[in-house]
């Protein structure tokens, strides 16, 4: 396959969080066919981390297998190509691949691939690769930054809440306790907590992602629960007194747990590539025994998670040229 075809054929299989395998598989057979010493790492029943290597990595090239949910089908014309994971993140693992055989080609070896899965909801499959590094000094993670190093990355701290209430008759209201009011009321208090803020990425913010709760119309609602993510600018100190904050906050008005917690994150940049910050997070914190992070990758963020997701095909040659240079120069130093 050449570059398009692979992106294409990567977008067209369903990967949503949770069922990666299919996804997995196809590289996995990909890859070996191609000459790569590949090996599955289980991360959860029918889950599994993809690594593959040239030689004893000292650099690695990595990226995320699942997308968000819905799946929409691929397609091409002669700029685009479209579909869930486009960007983020199957053209980038087609453009790192297609870097990876280019420097095999070239007599590069000492490199590898590492291919996770859960990115989009806990990163538990890069939790379960920092279990067992192998030896790289470099990570070069793959994420839709138009071909710009990341100078910094956001954090994430994401929060469910579960109001509690009793349930009655709508038309006798005073017989029952309505959780939906109660858990509104803490959400509009939350909206108007104070939120830190950092010189170089800016504000932290704050998204009311998920609400459920009640039974019917015209019942007294006995539960709600809504989760919320906030993109944290702070160091972890800063995020801790957010945390403390937030608890203070909720304390005896409802459950709630922190389920997710990414510290934001600072990188070097390199002489010769332009440079910017990211207000979205990566797995490259849950990946710290894999080497000193670096963060680049065709596509723009902001047509990731939508309808209209999609990576210019000029914007993917580059990004090969760029993977190919990266790995030859941090192998130097």
């Keep these: 396959m050449d570059l398009f075809q692979l992106a294409l054929a990567l977008v067209n299989i369903p990967s949503v969080t949770g069922q990666e395998m299919a996804c997995t598989d196809f590289l996995r057979d990909y890859l070996e066919r191609q000459g790569f010493a590949v090996e599955l790492q289980p991360v959860s029943d029918g889950r599994a981390n ?15 297998l699942d997308t968000v949910p819905p799946f929409i089908p691929g397609h091409e014309d002669s700029e685009f190509i479209y579909g869930r994971g486009a960007c983020d993140a199957k053209g980038i693992i087609a453009a790192q691949v297609m870097a990876a055989e280019r420097l095999r080609s070239e007599g590069c070896q000492n490199f590898g691939l590492l291919y996770v899965v859960g990115e989009e909801t806990v990163s538990d499959g890069a939790r379960a690769a920092n279990e067992s590094p192998r030896g790289s000094r470099f990570l070069i993670n793959g994420e839709p930054t138009e071909n710009k190093l990341a100078i910094a990355t956001k954090g994430y701290l994401a929060l469910r809440l579960r109001a509690r209430g009793r349930m009655a008759h709508s038309a006798y209201p005073h017989l029952g306790e309505n959780a939906i009011e109660k858990l509104l009321d803490v959400l509009a208090d939350l909206r ?19 609400i459920a709760g009640g039974r019917a119309a015209n019942v007294i609602p006995d539960e709600a629960e809504a989760t919320v993510v906030f993109r944290t600018s702070t160091e972890p100190a800063g995020t801790a007194a957010l945390r403390s904050r937030i608890e203070a906050l909720l304390q005896g008005r409802c459950e709630w747990e922190f389920f997710r917690d990414t510290p934001a994150l600072c990188m070097e940049v390199l002489e010769g590539f332009e440079a910017d910050v990211f207000a979205f997070t990566t797995d490259l914190p849950s990946l710290t025994r894999w080497g000193r992070p670096l963060l680049l990758g065709p596509g723009s963020v902001t047509v990731a998670h939508t309808e209209q997701e999609r990576v210019r095909k000029a914007d993917l040659l580059r990004a090969v040229e760029l ?6 120069q941090l192998k130097e130093r």
């Design 50 to 64: 993809l690594l593959a290597f040239a030689g004893r990595p000292e650099v690695v090239l990595s990226s995320h």
């Design 323 to 328: 993977y190919c240079c990266l790995v030859k």
């Design 192 to 210: 108007k907590l104070p939120l830190p803020t950092h010189p170089l990425l800016g504000p932290t913010t704050m998204n009311i992602g998920l």
